[in-house]
């Protein structure tokens, strides 16, 4: 197991701090005595999770566009990192079709910003780019899809997470090449946690419906299938790859990050998990309102991950949503969020990566 007080000391660079993930990230890292700066849009929701538990006690923060190149230069200048982790991106499959434009500026764009930061610095020497598992060119293969296969999203925000890994390659094999600079990307499944606000994601509405004390009412394809995670599960394993190629550019490469075959769960799946642990009653129903195109099948093929570091999933989907209940009723009743997080990240490490059997997987 990777051992996070590598990054003690470690001045650390993330763009897109205040979303959710990068909250969490936050959160890891200060723990483990990083000197982190991030560098970001003011948090995307209101409440939201950087706010909430008060990750700008922990990090050097700094509100800026990942598109405005001379700010995120001399934020990131000014931080001297040794270690850059890009998860600035605009995440919503849906918002991608209502502005494609803003999309692919931010996806794209940020990520060329973010590699000419690194490019014209002296102190980086470990540079993560986090994607998404639909950079791949979806064939609705009922197996894993594998690093080596056709990047090709379909959608506006699928397709600008394809180019990002694009760009990002690009540059790795035309400025870093000499090995200055170990570059990696990492294709990480869905993910969900507490403190996840967004809009038009399936278990915040959850949440959302419950704590209003009304049913749960679905609007996505129950029966789509995605490798659904806990959001602590892909932070450990890009600070594990920034962390290792730092030490060894050997390591340097493309990662899919995401569960085991038996968590990839369809969506109904996902929603019955919560109504369980939720409780109170709690039903849903699928109102579908067929929406822009999604994929239908999707999973990831981890074994790369898994064969490089011994890396292995600590939590299924049943304790993953376990633990997103567990905060979002903490957050309801006015309870300690930080101190929930700093709980769970404890129950993370100490799990040992023994998962226990859930109940269901589909919705037949």
Known sequence: MFDLNFYRGKRVFITGHTGFKGAWLCKLLSGAGAVVTGYGLKPPTAPSLFGLAGISRDVGSVTGDIRDYAALKKAFDAAAPEIVLHLAAQPIVREGYKDPVGTYGTNVMGTVHILECVRGSSCVKSFLNVTTDKVYRNREWVWGYREGEELDGFDPYSNSKSCSELVTHSYRDSFFADGAVA??????????GGGD????RILPDCVRAASAGKKVVAVRNPYSTRPYQHVLEPLYAYLMI???????????????????????????????????????GLSWENQA?????????LKLDCSKLKATFGWAPRWNLDRAVEKTVEWSKCYLSSGDVRACMDKQIQEF?????????TGCRDRT
């Open 183 to 192: 570059v990696s990307t990492a294709r990480a499944g869905n993910v969900i």
């Open 197 to 200: 606000f967004a809009d038009d």
């Open 242 to 280: 920034a962390g290792m190629q730092y030490m060894d550019q050997g390591y340097a490469g493309c990662y899919n990050v995401g569960p085991d075959e038996s968590d990839c769960f369809q969506t109904g799946a996902l929603v019955d998990l919560f109504v369980k642990h939720w409780g109170e």
């Open 289 to 297: 309102d067929g929406g822009p195109h999604e994929a239908n099948f």
């Open 349 to 357: 490490f100490l799990d040992g990566g023994v998962p226990r059997k």
